[in-house]
């Protein structure tokens, strides 16, 4: 099983900054990666998959980056909606997530 | 409007069983691979199964082998999971997805999810 390792576990930011998430691979996984935004009480919602190419409907400012085994979801200018907690998943050898970053207001 | 409309869950005893469904609109629904998908309380998601178009693949995580049963029924839209020996492990929200075209492990469209507790 391939295992995916988020951090921060918690990362606190201010609006308007930017905000960079961490998810490792055990192995490789390509770029068969994807980020999930989940809010309190809500479904989660995909953002990114292929590791860089974002769903549709999703703003600009989110990025994603890395192959391999190494991947970042970089958010800028943070909107008050987008504190929430972010997933990974890899989609390379079955399908595995990551514990989950939750992003908070500083 | 894709929507995914789960039903199903509830309180069920250890050893018990339960039937979940999934009902979708808005899109071609032979078309997609569908998913199960859960989430203990305050943990993280985890993949439960998966099936394709036709139904002729199903995969499960190791953890439901054996215990777990997915199945479509592509004239009624609906999607389904037979939950049979649960354990309290097993508690969690359970969340229906529709994977995106050609990447069955992306999932797209997401229900709002139907709670099963397995308690005595």
């Known amino acids: 099983e391939i295992v995916m390792t988020q951090s921060p576990a918690t990362l606190s930011v201010s609006p308007g900054e930017s905000a960079t998430l961490s998810c490792r691979a055990s192995?490789?996984?390509?770029?068969?990666l994807a980020w999930y935004q989940q809010k309190p009480g809500q479904a989660p919602r995909l953002l990114i998959y292929?590791?860089?190419t974002r769903a549709t409907g999703i703003p600009a400012r989110f990025r994603g980056s890395g192959s391999g085994t190494e991947f970042t979801l970089t958010i800028s200018s943070l909107q008050s909606e987008d504190f929430a907690v972010y997933y990974c998943?890899?989609?390379?050898?079955?399908?595995?997530f990551g514990q989950g970053t939750k992003l908070e207001i500083k | 409007e894709v929507q995914l409309v789960e039903s199903g869950g509830g309180l069920v005893q250890p050893g018990g069983s339960l039937r979940l469904s999934c009902a979708g609109s808005g899109f071609t629904f032979n078309k997609y691979w569908m998913s199960w998908v859960r989430q203990a309380p305050g943990k993280g998601l985890e993949w439960v199964a998966n099936i394709n178009q036709d139904g002729s693949e199903k995969y499960y995580v190791d953890s439901v082998k054996g215990r777990f049963t997915i199945s479509r029924d592509n004239a009624k839209n609906s999607l389904f999971l037979q939950m049979n020996s649960l354990r309290a492990e097993d508690t969690a929200v359970y969340y229906c997805a529709r994977a995106l075209q050609g990447a069955a492990g992306v999932q797209v469209y997401w229900g709002q999810g139907t709670l099963v507790t397995v308690s005595s």
């Open positions: 292929g590791a860089s």
């Open positions: 192995r490789s996984v390509s770029s068969n």
């Open positions: 998943q890899q989609y390379n050898n079955w399908y595995t």
